[in-house]
């Protein structure tokens, strides 16, 4: 292999992938890998076994399929494809801001044009991977049970990581040049998610608005969407007639995914480095505030709450960040607002979401203000009882949660009084466990590592949505006047304590 | 007499041991710069003195007070600066120092007076309503002295406080530290600028294996050292090696 050819460059940026996703699963420690590998293999099986139950009605649909069937299948394609594109705009706004090694490579000899062929490539490329990864449960149970000719979706996942890849590098490039480099980064970011969310809420909405539910597969089976959608011959289906293993619709589905991909690389590699320099060049520049005078001391634990919200209200990225959390509350919302005085069947459906959502956000919030501390020496110096800083952080967390669904548990307190109690213990419930869970596991991180934070301990992140799972099942048991609310609520508990016993800070 | 920092006997073991029954007494209203090799201990026994990191055994005692029995008191009086300054990059140096301020539970118009002259002295005053995002590292470390400073403490310990600093920062902040220091206040400063500890410490404290190994004014150490007109480094470096050949 010639140095600073091709080749050489993708061996090293392969190495350097397979290293940081070992070290993401890992959470950086030596030792873990076989331990890693028996959750992957656990998983895996978990996975094919609901994969076998859940595409069983698909397994004989033939290369002629009816509407319906496409229509689904398509749907499922978008729907991934809207992820993996979200997926590969982080890795272009990484590949942008964040890899430390671009000041090496642009001002060695070395061409930055195959460098950064080669880097978008391995996007492409890890995109792929991640696709096939979390795709390969569905289709090895469809190859399984329906015959090769599945195996067609392999290559129209390779097609969507293409398209992604090549899609993610077009718009981030877009962007740089009709907002600068400055504002990218946050746009970008903001961009992705919007896009990550912006198919599965449509689509409940949609399912809602057309017929009353949350369900996707319901408005995609739906009458009205089949007489909606174009004819059989429309280019439209051609990815799911090539998952179905139609060989022509494969052969330009993947042959146009790769071209564009190609295209893509060749087209934008050349100027990658000139953008690339342009966004290592953005300082931060310091925003002015309005000047004020006279100091507001209300003691400590004041201070303390007072300045985690004002972190979080200035920092764009986090708050748009907590903000997607908040976006997919819109469907169960609008659920609410579409069975107002239709009776109390939609809380049941919306109320767990709500719980759900609580929770996420909840354990967002605390790693920020508990792990996420900017300046622990200063806190941990000052002359205030630690309980007192640790009780300030949690009020702060739980003060933020309160507001952001109170406007809920008063929506549903119209629908039903006892219902919006249970979502009131439902929504505290996850979030001071989320937030307990998080104390439970917190080590020290500066809140750029925000995205990041899971893989400081896998356990918390499991524990965290589990119990949000429980108290969600919790509050919607409850919500349908059952006494068996007490059982996941039982098991929300065990969680918790299970989370205390495996804490590194036990005391 | 009353040391401003007195310790007995402090152990910290981490995979080995890094201080190894430290004794080491610092006089009120008195410059002291403590010395050392890297791993030497420095760091380890300052974040102990300022509450950050639990003794194995020992005692701290800072002007009278038992930090280890009451380390609320005790950080009522003391400051602490790392190397790496850590405030928060959205907030500005003013929003700064007025949340120390609340954490140290200040008069509310004595903090704000006293914010306003620090920020005067370091050359902040300019920047006071600007986010610290966008602020050099000198700029950064001059918003934490002055964090450190504004609640009028006792005993202020910083730990390699001129790391990265540009000539005109570092003049500031070591006059600003003698300033403190003429005023009754005691400072305690690693620095591996031994220029700096040779023309602004009373007193140097050499620690090298976790154990205090040398201690007193320039002159002192020279006579220990066997070196009768040699620098400070000089001086250092022959006390670390005889040490390290002991």
Redesign the interface.
Known sequence: MTAGSITWFANHELRLAWRDWLSMMTAGRRGRERIVAVAVAIFLVFAHLLAWYFVGRYVDVGTEPDKPALIVITGTVLLSWSLLMSQAMESVTRAFYARSDLDLILSSPAAARKIFAVRIAAMALSVIVMAALLGAPLINVLIARGGARWLGAYGVVIAMGATAAAGAVALTVLLFRLIGPKRTRLAAQIVAAVIAAVFIIGLQVAAILSHGTLSRMVFLESDTLVALVPEFDSLVWWPARAALGDLTALAVVLGGSLALLGAAIAVFSARFGDHAIAASGV??????????????????P???RQ?EW??LG??PWLVSQTLMQMLYLLPPALLLWRSYGEGTGALVVAVPVLVMAAGQLAGGLAWLAISGE????????????RGLVVRAKIEAVLGAIAIAFAPFIAALAFLSLSGALASAFGIFAAAAAATAIQFFFRKQATRRYFRHRQTASRFATFAEAFSSISWAATAAVAVAGSWLALFPAAIGLGILAAAYWMSPHRL | MVFALDIRGLCKSFDRPAVAGLDLGVRQGEFYSLLGPNGAGKTTTLRMV???LPPDAGTIRICGIDALRDP??A??I???V?DEP???????P??YL????????????L??AR?RELMDWLGLAP?????????SKGMRQKVALA?ALVHGPRVIILDEPLTGLDAGSARQVKRVLRERVAAGGTVIMTTHILEVAERMADRVGIIAGGRLIAEGTLDELRAQAGQKLSSLEDTFLALVAEQQAA
Request: glycine share 8%; with cysteine.
């Open positions: 300082a931060a520049t310091g925003a002015r505030q309005a000047a004020r005078s006279g100091f507001r001391l209300r003691g400590a004041r201070v303390l300045k004002t972190l200035r920092d900017d300046a622990p020496d200063l806190v941990a110096t000052a002359p205030i009882p | 300022a509450g950050l609320v008191e950080k009522r003391v400051a602490w790392s850590m405030i928060y990059d959205k907030l500005t003013y929003e007025e949340f120390v301020a609340g954490l140290w539970s200040l008069d509310a118009e903090a704000e914010a920047h006071a309503h600007e986010r610290c995002e966008g602020f964090g």
